[in-house]
């Protein structure tokens, strides 16, 4: 039976409860509809690998509901992503953060040459989903939609998806379509520091100008 809730206090503290249980959760976003679990969970976050049929090489990212919350989760985001984050988050802005000794993340991504783990991490200009999101804590997820398919931009589309292996689908109404966040990496050898590694809503320009606005540097 697929259980289909409006967003409210007592909607939001099921998600919360089920997510600390292992079960997926379908949440509305500031773009599309996304499968959610807690980041933590392996099995978990396999699960939504196989509910979407999505290949294991594309990673999800996290979403959190403030910055500092990265912080918490053993995550550091290295400069100048921090100047960048303080610029454009929440919004269409997904910087790569660097995974510490002590991050406990099952999303993390292997370094390469045996250096630290990264993550993808976005705080979702959504007051609706904010409000969830303070309610779960941070969630691993990706669009709620068979890979290759549209993504999901109401709650029935979802369903259509997933149907009952999805254990609770928050209803937020339509939501605007995807719009891609601007992804950017840090890289100590290239331009400002920087490696725009997807650009989205936010320009190239607007990255690069952030950087340098009241004549700060790079890590400030």
């Known amino acids: 039976m697929v259980d289909v809730r409006a967003v409210s206090e007592e909607s939001c503290a099921l998600a919360a409860r089920l997510v600390r249980d292992g079960e997926l959760v379908v949440i509305p976003t500031d773009t599309v509809y996304g499968v959610a679990c807690d980041p933590r969970n392996a099995e978990a976050i396999a699960r939504i690998y196989e509910v979407k049929r999505r290949p294991r090489f594309k990673a999800l990212q996290v979403l959190v509901a403030s910055v500092d919350d990265v912080d918490a989760l053993g995550l550091e985001l290295p400069a100048p992503l921090n100047r960048l984050a303080a610029a454009f988050l929440p919004g269409a802005f997904s910087p790569i953060a660097v995974a510490r000794e002590d991050c406990t993340l099952a999303t993390v991504r292997a370094g390469a040459d045996g250096g630290p783990g990264t993550q993808g991490i976005r705080i979702p200009n959504s007051a609706l989903c904010l ?51 601007t992804v950017v990496a840090a890289n100590p050898h290239a331009r400002d520091g920087i490696e725009i590694l997807r650009e989205g809503v936010i320009p190239q320009s607007a990255i690069r100008r952030a950087l340098t606005v009241n004549g700060g540097g790079l890590g400030a």
């Open 131 to 181: 409000r969830i999101l303070r309610a779960t804590g941070p969630l691993a997820a990706s669009s709620a939609n068979r890979s290759g398919d549209e993504s999901a931009q109401s709650v029935d589309e979802a369903v259509a998806a997933f149907g009952d292996r999805v254990a609770l689908y928050l209803d937020g109404g339509s939501t605007p379509g995807h719009v891609s966040s």
